[in-house]
């Protein structure tokens, strides 16, 4: 079965500094896409990031970078200069390239707390 | 800007009531997705369109869901008859499903908090 594990509940990072979020996922396809969504408190769900797994280069848009490690299934999500607004839970989710099939599968979720 | 719009973004409603949740997706996006999100179980996948075909609903529990296309601007969800239990935030979501066209990512409407008292 597919799967995304999010090992951590909750993390916290001081305003400023970089933090990482861990993803890993489980799967026999060897093309798919990789992504993360943040929720902010009034619970809109917002693309992040993603990542196709047969682009070598990771990913990054402005702070946010990735650490794609294909082999390894991982997926980590790293914020640099953390700022208040980034407080929020982030998803990560995963959707097979596969003919026919359009599901994309959800972690549990990341709690990050940012302190000023 | 282009959204996904949900519609109601709250409501709160009595045990055996019917609850019409309802969605229009990007313009031009082919597939849309129903999403319950609880502190339980977290997000849940409980049907999907393709080309206003439904695909998959598994994730639904039959006999009181029901999921609908009537037409391309349109998607809904309905509960009939609502149970305490239903009491969650649901998600539509829509993407265009072309690689070609850089597709792919699914977009999330606000939500519908929708709580069966």
């Known amino acids: 079965a597919q799967t995304v594990t999010q090992s951590q509940p909750e993390m916290s990072v001081q305003e400023a500094e970089t933090v990482t979020l861990s993803c890993t996922y489980d799967?026999?396809?060897?093309?798919?896409?990789l992504f993360w969504y943040k929720q902010p408190p009034s619970r809109q769900m917002i693309l992040v990031i993603r990542?196709?797994?047969?682009?070598?280069q990771n990913a990054t848009e402005n702070r946010f970078s990735v650490n794609f490690q294909k082999a390894a299934k991982s997926f980590s999500l790293k914020i640099s200069d953390s700022q208040l607004g980034d407080a929020a839970m982030y998803f990560c989710a995963y959707r097979p390239y596969t003919s026919g099939t359009y599901k994309y599968i959800f972690g549990t979720g990341t709690r990050l707390k940012v302190l000023a | 800007d282009a959204r996904v719009t949900q519609t109601p973004r709250d409501k709160v409603t009595e045990m055996g009531q019917e609850v019409t949740m309802r969605c229009q997706p990007i313009?031009?996006?082919?597939?849309v997705f129903w999403y319950r999100q609880t502190m339980m179980q977290g997000l849940e996948l409980l049907a999907y369109f393709r080309n206003r075909a439904p695909l998959d609903d598994s994730g639904m529990p039959k006999d009181r869901f029901s999921a609908e296309m009537p037409d391309a601007t349109l998607a809904t969800l309905k509960i009939q008859p609502s149970e305490p239990r239903d009491s969650a935030v649901y998600f539509c979501a829509s993407g265009l499903d072309d690689r070609a066209a850089g597709g792919n990512t699914i977009y999330f409407g606000e939500g519908s908090w929708l709580t069966v008292v």
């Open positions: 990542q196709e797994a047969y682009k070598q």
């Open positions: 799967t026999s396809e060897s093309d798919y896409y």
């Open positions: 313009l031009g996006h082919n597939t």
